[in-house]
């Protein structure tokens, strides 16, 4: 599809000169639009949400966002166009209002001003830790902060693997909030989850990743089920 923001075209993905972990990947992500990428643990789908991002390069076929492959794009600019949320959180002592700065690449300096900008009303129980050290926080605490900031980093397409670990029930409900957030506003959303609230609720598109590639599934109750009983 030619306006899609985010492309993949027979993609392989794997790492070094080892063989491809999963080959045949393709899909668009149109504005607006959330993707999940569902599986077992260990069938690739970190791998693949790398290898958009660019950390890794597509063992075969071509990643590209807004027309233009990845791996011609230079990587601040990258960054400025791909967000991306490891599912570990980065220890490091440095406070709220710096991990803010440093996701906006400087276009925001503290939490009061991600608070004062277009921004989903979600993690009031961070927002006023501007000053405080990530790594003194708790692990929910942590993981709402690198979310917003995520949202600071104001980018067209938002990958996040496992985004929900470490959040309690009504936090979940506020993680789906900013993902409603972030595509009604035109953004691009892909996900690894292995929740069932999330998938029940929230993607355009579901797809399986396992057996060595990724096939698109009918977002129905049925596929719900079978992800319950591990197919």
Sequence with gaps: MTNALLSLRDVAVGYGRA??????????????????????????????LRTIRGFLPPMAGEVSVKGKSVASIESQRLAALVGFLSPAI??????VDEVIELSSLGRLRTMDE????????????????????????????????????????????????????????PSLRELH??????????????????NLETIRLLPNRLYVVGGGTVREAPRTEATVQRLLEGD
Aim: net charge negative; aromatic share 6%; charged share 20%.
């Design 19 to 48: 063989r491809p972990i999963l080959t045949g990947i393709s899909f668009d992500v149109q504005p607006g639009e959330a993707v999940a990428l569902v599986g077992r643990n260990g069938t690739g789908k970190s791998t693949i």
């Design 177 to 194: 909030g900013l993902i409603t957030w972030a595509t009604s506003r035109g953004k691009s959303v892909v996900l690894s989850t292995h």
């Design 114 to 169: 991600l608070v004062a900008s277009d921004h989903p009303e979600v993690f009031s129980e961070v927002v006023g830790f501007g000053s405080r050290f990530l790594d003194e926080m708790s692990s929910g605490q942590q993981r709402k902060v690198m979310l917003l900031g995520l949202v600071a980093q104001w980018t067209d397409v938002l990958l996040m693997d496992e985004p929900e670990l470490h959040l309690d029930l």
């Design 90 to 95: 980065p220890q490091s002592h440095i406070t």
